[in-house]
């Protein structure tokens, strides 16, 4: 089976983006700047939504829990991006998790601020309901990656994906920055810590990829294109 179309996909084209120039500064004039240190969280699964948080600088993960404490990688948030904007406007508990991955600079504005905002740019309200769908077509496709395709195939899709979001280029290969656990790729690709450590290890022995302590580099993208297309 092929993979997917890869390249740029419309669920990574961040918020403050697709606004305006007059729709950008009217939004961010509205909070309070923030800081967070690596591993800190800025909105937490269950809770009330009080407001929304529009990241300037660093990369985020969202994580969703279940019952029997599985933990879900849903998403990577990064410059531009909003966050808690779905249970802003509906008034419902958050959804997930989002805590840095590094150090993360951002704007916190409070949620009756925010949706006055949008009742007062209709331009930024439709741009909102663009960025929602674009998510939740994103969604829709990784679960259907899920059903149809092995843990081998989606592990090899998400790492290159990560080689053109969070890839730097180096003497070896593409590094990838996103400072992800072994647990954290399991739980994006919907399988265990312990298969995708089996993975990685075959991966390793036909050096496509290789692992140290600065991180995963993919050494031979042409072969993970190929995995990812089932051979």
Not at 6 to 17: I, K, M
Not at 56 to 81: C, F, H, I, M, Q
Not at 121 to 142: E, H, K, V, W, Y
Request: proline residues 4%; positive net charge; without cysteine.
């Amino acid at each position: 089976m092929a993979p997917p179309r890869t390249g740029r996909l419309d669920d990574q084209v961040p918020f403050l983006a697709r606004l305006e120039h007059q729709e950008r500064v009217a939004l961010l004039e509205l909070g309070r700047p923030m800081k967070y240190s690596p591993r800190s969280v800025l909105v937490r699964q269950d809770e009330p939504s009080t407001h929304v948080v529009v990241i300037l600088a660093g990369w985020t993960k969202v994580t969703r829990s279940t019952a029997n404490g599985y933990e879900a990688l849903l998403a990577l948030r990064g410059p531009g991006d909003v966050i808690g904007e779905a249970s802003a406007v509906s008034g419902r508990p958050r959804s997930a998790t989002v805590t840095a991955l590094g150090k993360v600079e951002a704007v916190t504005i409070e949620r009756d601020r925010f949706l006055g905002h949008l009742a007062e740019f209709p331009a930024s309200s439709l741009q909102l309901l663009s960025l929602i769908g674009d998510r939740t077509q994103a969604s829709d496709r990784r679960r259907v990656e899920q059903g149809a395709l092995g843990a081998r195939q989606r592990l090899s899709l998400l790492l290159l994906e990560l080689s053109r979001t969070h890839g730097v280029q180096d003497a070896e290969g593409v590094r990838l920055t996103s400072g992800l656990s072994q647990h954290e790729l399991a739980g994006a690709v919907g399988a265990s810590r312990e298969a995708v450590a089996r993975l990685l290890k075959e991966l390793r022995e036909r050096d496509v990829v290789r692992t140290s302590r600065r991180g995963l580099v993919i050494v031979r993208p042409d072969q993970l294109r190929r995995i990812a297309g089932g051979e």
